[in-house]
């Protein structure tokens, strides 16, 4: 594929402009992400994505910028926030070499991502040597297999979750035939075994789950979901204005409601982000970030619920840009333990001693 034309007024745009344009493609695997997540490299949108949303860098800049990009196409958004999330791990917890080497590599194009599900087959270490293991088993729904580089692997020890730092690079060793389900179908994702590899650990045992960096960090793919029900409501928009139903008042108030939901979802997000801290473990920043995943997940589902009344048929046509985005949106939604996490926001939410008008920031 050749490489897009930028304008040198915003070449970010143009890039982002490009990816959407191959999103359906990608969507029925005629395309592989490679040429997008290529392109969001020479533009530099990886780069400034990993400065963003490190310690002192601005997270609400790297909000938005995620944002578009959920916009763009939500299967880019899952890689590129697994290597953003990847780099802000080996930052935290890697030795000053293993820094240097993930700074040079991501530099020269390198992708790293986060493999942490387990399947029927856990990782588990097989062998020591020094600061190096050999590991066994394997991961499941590992995104960007023939994609990524490097992954960052938790494993569970004894003395708690150790972070690994694995060579992926080796496409064979992933299983993509796992990966039959509805939405996100181009993110290259299935399982992968590790067995036989050589990992460096990164960190020490326990480090994975330090706060709040763990929970904290949740307003990532919470900015990719705004996006991605940003570009459903204006798919919305243009079926309205397509149709010539902007005199209809039904069509209207359900597209107003459906800006409120985007709104809504967008404000949780930022002011999330914005609240993120470095020193502080028991920064309400978690408890802000846990309550913005729900706030963000009714918006978001409530959306889709009014994009379909709005889109009728249409939404469920296929090859047609708001199937994909409601597929892709509704299955991103589903991540691990949210009742857990709610459980979880309003425990911490009992132990204040301050009004619920003033325990959340």
């Known amino acids: 594929m050749a490489q897009a034309k930028l304008s040198p007024t915003d070449p970010v745009g143009q890039a982002l402009s490009t990816i959407a344009a191959h999103a359906g493609a990608a969507d029925r695997g005629e395309v592989t992400l490679a040429a997008d997540l290529a392109l969001l490299h020479h533009c530099g949108v990886l780069s400034e994505l990993a400065r963003q949303t490190s310690p002192g860098g601005d997270t609400l800049a790297g909000a938005t910028l995620l944002r578009r990009i959920g916009r763009a196409s939500l299967a880019v958004g899952r890689i590129v926030e697994g290597h953003a999330n990847a780099l802000l791990l080996i930052h ?12 040079a590599a991501a ?3 390198a992708l790293f991502g986060v493999w942490g599900a387990e399947g029927t087959d856990p990782v588990t270490v097989s062998a020591r040597h020094g600061n190096t293991m050999t590991l066994s088993g394997a991961k499941q729904f590992c995104s960007g297999i023939g994609l990524l580089s490097w992954a960052v692997v938790p494993v569970t020890l004894a003395e708690g979750p150790q972070l690994f730092l694995v060579d992926v690079r080796d496409p064979d060793r992933g299983d993509l035939s796992t990966w039959q389900v509805s939405g996100m179908r181009a993110t290259a994702s299935g399982r992968y075994d590790l067995t036989g590899l050589t990992a460096q650990t990164l960190g020490l045992p326990g480090d994975f789950t330090q706060e709040p960096h763990f929970e904290g960090g949740i307003w990532r793919y919470c ?8 570009a459903l409501a204006e798919e919305a928009r243009r079926h309205i204005l397509s149709r010539q139903q902007a005199d209809d008042p039904h069509q209207r108030a359900r597209l107003a409601h459906l800006a409120i939901h985007a709104q809504t979802a967008r404000l949780w997000v930022e ?3 914005t609240s993120v801290v470095t020193d ?3 920064a309400p920043c978690v408890t802000q970030a846990l309550l913005a995943r729900e706030a963000v997940e009714q918006a978001c589902l409530s959306g889709i619920a009014l994009a379909e009344r709005i889109l009728g048929t249409q939404a469920f046509a296929s090859r047609s840009p708001a199937d994909r985005i409601r597929r892709d949106l509704a299955f991103f939604l589903r991540q691990a333990n949210l009742d857990g996490k709610l459980a979880k926001a309003g425990t911490n939410l009992l132990a204040r001693t301050a009004p619920l008008g003033e325990c959340v920031t």
Do not use: F, I, N, P
């Open 92 to 103: 935290l917890y890697g030795t000053s070499a293993q820094r240097m080497q993930a700074t």
């Open 107 to 109: 530099g020269a194009g």
């Open 223 to 230: 900015a990719l979901h705004c996006g991605g029900l940003e």
């Open 271 to 273: 002011s999330c982000c």
């Open 280 to 282: 502080d473990v028991a």
